[in-house]
């Protein structure tokens, strides 16, 4: 297959792309950045500039949008709007791409995030029933805010008709693969210097699903041709951050973790320029709809996805 992936330079892209050109396929991944040589080809775009790039995307058989600025940083009024046009604008043009294409490729699969179910303890959020959040209350300015840029996302997205063209809503959970950088390296790093106990009072759930369950899962809707709509890509068993962290220290052979309390995290966010929401919001989402289907997770349950994560951690980095 010819799988065109824009905004895959970062690390969801980055799992993607080694996986399909390990499996044979042409990749090309588009950034607005060149990157280091890679194995497959990486080409500079300007969503702005349909005409320089559309091509690409012509006799393509799958598209993976997952362009957009990166929402770990704090939520200043310029950040606040370069992160929602940064979204609307790349999925309008590569809609409009598809549709100037002679040959548009037979799916697009656009990338969208858990965050937008509502904060809950409560019942879990699937497809069919999930609480789109928002409204929670005394839920603090920055929770809503990614909530509109979900919204913002999705519906632009809904928004562009390409007939010809199956179109799939990724609402994608906390991705955990040992590459350097990713949520996991950055929460093994914490447990590592004895930092990795539990954030605020640990009720809030992590949704999260491990790599090999999220390519296992864009392979199952690439090939499903009965799906669109609306797919939530997370492991079937969130769990809550005291339990979560927990699970990472047994599998990195360690008791100690010191707790964070709310206001130390308040702290820490404003010095590492991020926000408080990406540990303290209760994401509680499972894959209705993956499960309906059959699809079957490798690593449904976080101890054992934490142990095979650590190990491939060590022997990437020498640690073994």
Request: proline fraction near 6%; glycine fraction near 8%; aromatic fraction near 10%.
């Amino acid at each position: 297959m010819k799988i065109v992936i824009p905004g895959g330079t970062g690390q969801v892209g980055t799992v993607l792309a080694r996986t399909f050109h390990k499996d044979g396929h042409e990749v090309i991944v588009l950034g607005r950045q060149l990157t280091r040589p890679l194995p497959w080809r990486v080409e500079q775009w300007n969503p702005a500039n349909v005409s320089g790039w559309f091509d690409k995307l012509d006799k393509a058989d799958i598209v993976i949008n997952l362009a957009g600025r990166s929402v770990n940083c704090r939520y200043t009024p310029q950040n606040r709007q370069e992160i929602i046009e940064s979204r609307v604008e790349s999925v309008r043009a590569v809609g409009q791409a598809i549709r100037n294409a002679s040959h548009p490729p037979r799916v697009w699969l656009q990338a969208s995030t858990a965050t937008i179910y509502a904060h809950t303890y409560g019942a879990p959020n699937d497809e069919a029933t999930g609480v789109i959040g928002g409204s929670e209350p005394d839920a603090p300015d920055a929770w809503r805010f990614s909530i509109e840029v979900a919204m913002a996302w999705e519906t632009a997205f809904n928004e562009i008709e390409v007939p010809t063209t199956r179109k799939v809503t990724l609402r994608s959970a906390v991705i955990m693969s040992p590459d350097r950088g990713g949520i996991f390296d950055t929460l093994l790093g914490l447990v590592r210097r004895g930092l990795g106990g539990t954030s605020g009072d640990g009720r809030q759930y992590v949704s999260w699903i491990h790599e090999a369950d999220f390519v296992q899962a864009i392979y199952f809707l690439i090939e499903r041709i009965d799906i669109d709509g609306v797919v939530n890509l997370a492991s079937p068993n969130p769990v809550p951050n005291r339990m979560f962290m927990a699970a990472l220290r047994r599998a990195w052979g360690t008791k100690i973790g010191l707790p964070s309390a709310k206001w130390l995290l308040e702290i820490g966010a404003v010095f590492l320029r991020t926000e408080t929401e990406l540990v303290l919001k209760s994401r509680r989402v499972i894959p209705g709809r993956l499960l309906r289907e059959g699809f079957c997770f490798t690593f449904p349950c976080w101890p054992d996805a934490a142990r095979e994560l650590c190990e491939r951690w060590k022997v990437a980095y020498r640690l073994a």
